[in-house]
């Protein structure tokens, strides 16, 4: 009977240790809501570096409730997978959210992607970087047009 109880006990501390595996981010905890690499979900995800070439990116969201995803206006190359149009789109609780991209022919370029829950509000920033790196540089310095 004392090995069963053992056995019991065991069995239920390895439950307890699985279970908390899959915590939530402390950012996640404070804000309510945030973000995470599909790949990675114990970690928060404040910035995403993207290719030069088009492409998609999917972002984990960390929601305990209904929430908002908005990307900022100016930001055309970037859009929402599903909703081609629209910069704000609602959710609720754990979910994924496909973000497509254009090809970057100019200078690196950024967008941000803002979660709100109520009063809370969590910001994953995107950089995309470009084919001009480096800027645009003339041979000649002293040019009058």
Same mark, same amino acid.
């Given at each position: 009977m004392r090995i069963m109880k053992s056995y019991i006990l065991y069995l239920a501390l390895c439950l307890? =240790? =699985?279970?908390?595996?899959?915590q939530l981010p402390d950012e996640v905890k404070i804000y309510g809501v945030?973000?995470?690499?599909?790949?990675n979900k114990l970690t928060a995800l404040r910035e995403k570096d993207l290719d030069v070439d088009a492409g998609e990116f999917v972002v984990g969201i960390y929601a305990d409730?209904?929430? !908002?995803a908005t990307l900022s206006d100016e930001d055309s190359w970037?859009?929402? =997978?599903?909703?081609q149009a629209a910069r704000t789109i609602s959710g609720?609780?754990?979910?994924t959210i496909k973000l497509v991209y254009d090809i970057n022919k100019g200078i690196p370029?950024?967008?941000v992607l803002t979660l709100q829950r109520g009063n809370n509000v969590f910001e994953l920033?995107? !950089?995309?970087?470009?084919?001009? /790196?480096?800027?645009? /540089?003339?041979q000649q310095k002293n040019i009058t047009v």
């Amino acid at each position: 009977m004392r090995i069963m109880k053992s056995y019991i006990l065991y069995l239920a501390l390895c439950l307890m =240790a =699985a279970v908390a595996c899959e915590q939530l981010p402390d950012e996640v905890k404070i804000y309510g809501v945030g973000c995470y690499d599909p790949d990675n979900k114990l970690t928060a995800l404040r910035e995403k570096d993207l290719d030069v070439d088009a492409g998609e990116f999917v972002v984990g969201i960390y929601a305990d409730g209904v929430y !908002t995803a908005t990307l900022s206006d100016e930001d055309s190359w970037i859009r929402f =997978a599903d909703q081609q149009a629209a910069r704000t789109i609602s959710g609720n609780g754990d979910s994924t959210i496909k973000l497509v991209y254009d090809i970057n022919k100019g200078i690196p370029r950024t967008a941000v992607l803002t979660l709100q829950r109520g009063n809370n509000v969590f910001e994953l920033k995107f !950089t995309q970087y470009g084919i001009l /790196e480096g800027g645009v /540089e003339f041979q000649q310095k002293n040019i009058t047009v």
